[in-house]
């Protein structure tokens, strides 16, 4: 018997399984049908033992089912978008997509000598418009029924990668690729609405009996789900312009406010940002607080400092003044992005008072504590009797919290609430190679879906790396200001990527001269006019004729064959991005 010689004999066998197609997947088999997908790998260039593992594992339920006589789906693809590719792109003087399809080129002739069991003929990549373009149409349905939004938020930013980062890939407050210390900025980003799904969410993890109960958990508190009480404090003297009405706040722990011993506000909150902007030493330490992540992990590890702002609150129960400090350990997405502090109850509110020697004040006595129960270093968060607070005296915790809610509500100073850890979905990146999002924003008529029949809006392929950012931001046909100088002006060569193609099926007669040829051209374009949805007021726009006059054009067509008509939202900026 011959010695097995797996360089003749694997690529013999591997050509006949090609030429039988033995592992194409067929639709219409009338045997049951079974999917195995394995995540797709990022084309970096080369496999390693761990796609080995992961592709291995897969190919042998995808190699059983097929032997217990199922039709088997086993596809590939690649997840061939994001940051990496565009920075090894930059490294090495090349295009992106350039770079990303000769890694996949490579990396499947690797992966082809393991033998897996592979449906290649369903091969594709993210970066392909072909795919992308049903991703651009999934996110238009999402934003339809209002689970895609845009609005501010506080995000990590790398600044020498110059985008947006997970929380996930914030190591040690730096940035995972680039090492740099991560800031927190507060950016117009898009969002997915998963939070309206919240409670189906956690409601729906009873209902997983064969998970493990640590899995569970760990589910149930990354929602979140937390029920307290949202009061606004009265400020005491002149109240800061960014907050006349008071200072609203979310707790948890109702129970506890007799213990209150200082506000604490995050460092973007309207007031401390209103602080920052007439004091430069406010400022220094905002800017000092958004260093590092923004997850609650990190900022829970993080060294505690604050600012005494000067302020005060009038506590509702005893009429004391409570002082109002900006914290660097409070989140400013959880709640209203201030908190009433019961450092003797909260192991960072201590932390914080313990440095700045505020006040501790003891409410909650252990079932076995002493009557004059005190705490040292460690806050004290378990079950017992609330003492020190007045008419809450002897209750239980549960029972307290109800009636301080009850007292609040009464005051008409706020009532009881739901609020969740959990957050949407932010898919915005500044980045180039990412699918661009097919929203257009007209400083007219507010957000603008791309028509399906323009889908896929592709990327631009000249672009230039030789300056940080991202480059469609410099590209002709992306770039767009909106500033609040520029939009007296006017100047929309943002809308070029999608209005070249639309206006050139116009007519380009009397009523509308040149729109398609100036827009095709890449020249600019100027808008006059409010609202999308006035028949009196549809974007009309004027176009730079020779003898430097103006000649009014109503692209009200324009506007109606792109704009949902819904009234929704005003945006006067657009930031390029990516899902991903």
Known sequence: MSRYDPKAAEPRRRAQWESAQVFRADPNSGKPKYYVLEMFPYPSGNIHMGHARNYVMGDVVA??????????????????FGMPAENAAMERGVHPGEWTWSNIAAM??????????LDWSREFATCDPDYYGKQQAWFLKLWEQGLAHQREGVVNWDPVDNTVLANEQVIDGRGWRSGAVVEKRKLTQWFLRI??????????LATLDRWPDKVRLMQENWIGRSKGLTMTWDWSGQAPAAATKGLTIYTTRP?????????????????????AAEDPEVAAFVAECRKGGSSQADIEQAEKIGWDTGLKVIHPFTGA??????????????????????????????????KYGLPVIPVVRPPEGEADFDVGD????????????????GLDIEDAKAAAIGRIEAAGQGQGATVYRLRDWGVSRQRYWGCPIPIIHCPSCGPVRVPDAQLPVKLPEDVTFDVPGNPLARHPTWRFSGRARDRHTGHLRGFQLVFRTLCRSLDTGADRPQVGGLLASGRSVYRRGRACGAASALCPVHHPRADGRRTDVDPGTIC?????????????????GSVD
Request: with cysteine; hydrophobic share 40%.
């Open 195 to 204: 939070t309206q799904y919240a409670d189906d969410l956690i409601d729906g």
């Open 378 to 393: 460690e806050a004290y968060t378990g079950p017992g009797t609330v003492f020190n607070s007045d008419f809450l005296d």
């Open 63 to 80: 190699r059983y089912k097929r032997a217990r006589g199922f039709e088997v789906l086993h596809p590939m693809g690649w997840d061939a």
């Open 108 to 117: 499947r002739d690797q992966l082809k000598l393991l033998g897996l069991s």
């Open 321 to 354: 003044e409570i002082p109002v400090w900006i914290a660097n350990f409070i989140l400013s997405d959880y709640g209203t992005g201030a908190i009433f502090a019961c450092p003797a109850h909260d192991q960072r509110d201590l932390d914080f008072a313990r």
């Open 560 to 576: 109606r064959s792109v704009h949902p008509g819904d009234g929704g939202p005003r945006d006067l900026s657009y930031r390029g």
């Open 255 to 275: 129970d506890t406010l007799f213990g209150a011993s200082f506000m604490g506000l995050a460092p973007d909150h309207p007031v401390a940002a209103a602080l």
